[in-house]
């Protein structure tokens, strides 16, 4: 197994760019996670999504929108990056109640 | 909302010290407690857990230990090593409440040999 993927793995946009991250998971979890983690601080969650054609806002959800393409894939999308997004940004899986993590992807707006 | 902290925000110690980072929160809902380690430039990965109806709960040379009056848990790594070097996360978590999850701000633990 793969456990959680993300593509890409480091991305530089310049401001009013749009793109999109990708996630998926070969587990068959049914909750999957987007999460930033800004230097020094803890991991923030962005959105999530209980099930297949769920998603609900986290603690910091302003900028951007998510979909929960089907059970495996989990994309999250930056219409106009502005440089306060510039963050690491991870996918994360649920079984049970532990987290597993993607490898993140880093992204810098300029 | 559920207020999470950590303390120490750094911790040094010598290989073969014990190190404990202590983890407070606000929500008397919090029923799950787990720690998580971050090496430098990597993913978080889980390293212990704890739930509410448990106290203390060990896991070769780390434990975890809940003081669910008092909202606090803690974890404890024994004979540090090396390896141990880490940034370790927080998160207590509601029971159902995977919106809600907030992680702590992270200890940043350096093990020098």
């Known amino acids: 197994n793969a456990g959680v993927t993300q593509t890409p793995k480091f991305q530089v946009l310049k401001t009013g760019q749009s793109m999109t991250l990708q996630c998926a998971q070969d587990m068959n979890h049914n909750s999957m996670y987007w999460y930033r983690q800004d230097p020094g601080m803890g991991l923030r969650l962005i959105y999530y999504?209980?099930?297949?054609?769920?998603?609900d806002k986290g603690e910091v959800p302003n900028g951007y929108n998510v979909s929960r393409l089907n059970k495996r894939e989990f994309s999250l999308r930056l219409e106009s990056a502005a440089p306060s997004q510039t963050s690491v940004y991870f996918c994360?899986?649920?079984?049970?109640?532990?987290?597993?993590f993607g490898p993140g992807t880093r992204l810098t707006v300029l | 909302g559920e207020n999470v902290e950590q303390h120490p925000s750094t911790l040094s110690v010598q290989e073969g010290d014990s190190a404990v980072i202590k983890c407070t929160y606000s929500?008397?809902?919090?029923?799950?407690f787990p720690w998580y380690k971050q090496e430098l430039g990597k993913r978080p990965q889980l390293i212990i857990d704890i739930r509410s109806n448990v106290g203390e709960k060990k896991d070769q040379r780390i434990a975890v230990t809940l003081n669910k009056t008092a909202k606090h848990f803690s974890l404890h790594i024994t004979e540090t090593q090396p390896e141990d070097s880490a940034v370790y996360f927080c998160?207590?978590?509601?029971?159902?409440?995977?919106?809600?999850?907030?992680f702590g701000a992270g200890t940043r633990l350096a093990v020098h040999p």
């Open positions: 994360a899986s649920t079984w049970g109640d532990t987290q597993y």
């Open positions: 998160a207590p978590t509601p029971s159902g409440g995977y919106n809600k999850l907030i």
């Open positions: 999504s209980a099930s297949e054609g769920t998603t």
């Open positions: 929500d008397s809902a919090s029923n799950y």
